[in-house]
């Protein structure tokens, strides 16, 4: 099994790309901390994980906030004693709309989830991770990082920011035998997807956004847990500063 006895903490861990994360995890052979705000999403799919034969552990945590992000990492490293793998998959997005119609509260928790969690997870896993002689972090950006879209100017700083830490925290760390990477999915099957589509999903608009994908669909949480997967494992041991995108050519 390609994470076999690792210790993965999965941000987000509770629906969508962050479950599919962490079943995938667990199937490989990992220890997952499986995070999210959500309680009962994060429980059940912790639940589901011991149930199929894996290891998981439900640990709640808002990661737009100090104290939180810390418990959360103290937590992976009392119950394993160490910490080998953080995806920081924690993300919330913006309806579709006009920049100026945002609000300014809307604006800052767009950037505290998206932006300012990675600060947070960084001060308290590079330490460890230093010490322990090296470490794997993986962020989920977006396609909105590489073409953004109209009506989503906010959400697209925000995964364009994404993308910049990824590779800054790639090159300072690189001498510490971290690597730090990213993926950069399209929109996906998830329940983010209304919010992006302006608050619904009729059947032409899904329609619509699925021609723009080469491939003809939009991504599912197996195609992003299979691409965070393969920068985990030591398949990839050489890949850093990447923002792979997962996104049937929507990006060419």
Same mark, same amino acid.
């Given at each position: +099994?390609?994470l076999?006895?690792?210790v993965?903490i999965?941000t ?5 790309f962050g &479950?599919?994360i962490c079943?995938r995890f667990?199937? &490989?052979?990992a220890?997952?901390i499986?995070n $999210?705000v959500n309680e009962? $999403?994060?429980?059940r799919?912790?639940d589901?994980?011991g149930?199929?034969?894996?290891e998981?552990?439900f640990v709640?945590?808002? #990661?737009?906030? $100090?104290?939180?992000t ?7 490293v ?6 080998d ?8 997005p913006?309806?579709?709309?006009? +920049?100026?119609?945002v !609000?300014?509260? &809307?604006?800052d928790?767009i950037?505290a989830v998206?932006v300012k969690?990675?600060f947070w997870s960084a ?5 460890? +991770?230093?010490?322990?002689g ?8 977006s396609?909105?990082?590489l *073409?953004?879209?109209p009506?989503?100017?906010w959400?697209?700083? *925000?995964?364009g920011?994404?993308n910049?830490?990824?590779?800054s +925290? ?12 990213a ?5 996906g099957? !998830?329940?983010?997807?209304?919010e992006?589509l302006?608050?619904r #999903?009729t059947p032409?608009?899904h329609?619509?956004?699925m021609s !723009?994908?080469p491939?003809?669909?939009?991504s599912q949480?197996a ?6 997967l393969f920068l985990?494992?030591? $398949?990839?041991e050489f ?6 995108p997962?996104d ?5």
């Open positions: +099994m390609r076999d006895g690792k993965a999965v987000g861990g509770g629906a969508g &479950e599919g079943r667990a199937a &490989e052979g220890r997952v499986v $999210d009962q $999403d994060g429980r799919v912790a589901a994980i149930e199929a034969g894996g998981a552990r709640y945590a808002d #990661v737009s906030r $100090d104290a939180d810390g418990r959360l990492v103290a937590e992976a009392d119950r394993h004693g160490r910490l793998i953080m995806v920081n998959n924690a993300g919330v913006q309806r579709g709309q006009p +920049m100026e119609n !609000t300014e509260d &809307e604006f928790r950037f998206n969690a990675l001060k308290h896993t590079v330490p460890l +991770m230093r010490q322990a090296g470490g794997c972090i993986i962020h989920t950006a396609t909105a990082a *073409s953004p879209r009506g989503l100017v959400y697209n700083g *925000s995964k920011a994404v910049t830490i990824t590779q +925290m790639a090159i300072e760390l690189a001498p510490d035998r971290i690597r730090v990477n993926v950069c999915p399209v929109a099957e !998830t329940r983010m997807l209304a992006f302006g608050g #999903v032409e608009m329609a619509r956004f !723009t994908v491939l003809g669909r939009l949480p195609d992003v847990a299979n691409a965070v985990a494992s030591d $398949d990839a890949l850093t500063g990447v923002c792979l997962v049937g050519g929507r990006t060419i």
